[in-house]
Nanobody, 118 residues
Framework: QVQLVESGGGLVQAGGSLRLSCAAS????????MAWFRQAPGKERTFVSS????????YYADSVKGRFTISRDKAQNTAYLQMNSLTPEDTAVYYC???????????WGQGTQVTVSS
């Protein structure tokens, strides 16, 4: 079992930056791929970014490529999402997820709100 707790969301102006954190508990954390998803009001949850268990490979949605960076600190059992050049279209609840593979996520955090004002 893995428990995930997100933090770092908030209100920021367009063009600004935020760094989201996802603190994981459970010894199996290091064996899981990690990902970030987001859900805007009235829309479905969508993929944002993912990182393999060893941190060697990362993946991004086209909409965030070049602006967002995913990383993980195994010593701290934490995954991060650095978000730069934010736009109002990035406004959403951001969820952290963990899974045995990049294709399936079995554990989810409670979400953190990111609001970008124009």
């Amino acid at each position: 079992q893995v428990q995930l707790v997100e933090s770092g969301g908030g209100l920021v102006q367009a063009g600004g930056s935020l760094r989201l954190s996802c603190a994981a508990s459970g010894r199996a954390y290091r064996t899981y791929a990690m990902a970030w998803f987001r859900q805007a009001p009235g829309k479905e949850r969508t993929f944002v970014s993912s990182i393999t268990s060893n941190g060697d490979s990362t993946y991004y949605a086209d909409s965030v490529k070049g602006r967002f960076t995913i990383s993980r600190d195994k010593a701290q059992n934490t995954a991060y999402l650095q978000m730069n050049s934010l736009t109002p279209e990035d406004t959403a609840v951001y969820y952290c997820a963990a899974g045995v593979t990049l294709a399936r996520y079995d554990f989810w955090g409670q979400g953190t709100q990111v609001t970008v004002s124009s």
